[in-house]
């Protein structure tokens, strides 16, 4: 079973990059059909799926985000990672990570998912 966690600092001024790290143990970022994503969830809201990474390296991002955002991976490391540019406290929530088979824009649809860690933006 493939767990993934989280990593990264809790709190982020305005204006900042918002930065966090997946690890994934028990399997393999680049195994075939899988692909990797970052959620998240503001308070009081549902979830929002922001973008993706393949298995191939392809990346694929929420259209409200495109212009802000960057994932990118380290297969060395089995770690992909979210880099969330120009931050507001809008930007405030609880970010997963979370896999599944196939890329799939639908944050219900995951298999699995990190436990989430609370990013606040603030100054």
């Known amino acids: 079973q493939v767990q993934l966690q989280e990593s990264g600092p809790g709190l982020v001024k305005p204006s900042q990059t918002l930065s966090l790290r997946c690890t994934v143990s028990?399997?393999?970022?680049?195994?075939?059909?899988?692909?990797w994503s970052w959620i998240r969830q503001a308070p009081g809201k549902g979830l929002e799926w922001m973008g993706v990474?393949?298995?191939?390296?392809?990346?694929y991002y929420n259209p409200s985000l495109k212009s802000r955002i960057s994932i990118s991976r380290d297969t060395s490391k089995k770690q992909f990672s979210l880099q969330l540019y120009s931050v507001t406290p809008e930007d405030t929530a609880t970010y997963y990570c979370?896999?599944?088979?196939?890329?799939?824009?639908?944050?219900?649809?995951?298999?699995?998912w990190g436990k989430g860690t609370l990013v606040t933006v603030s100054s």
């Open positions: 990474v393949s298995y191939d390296g392809s990346t």
């Open positions: 979370a896999t599944r088979e196939f890329e799939d824009s639908d944050p219900h649809a995951m298999d699995s």
């Open positions: 028990g399997g393999s970022i680049t195994t075939n059909s899988y692909a």
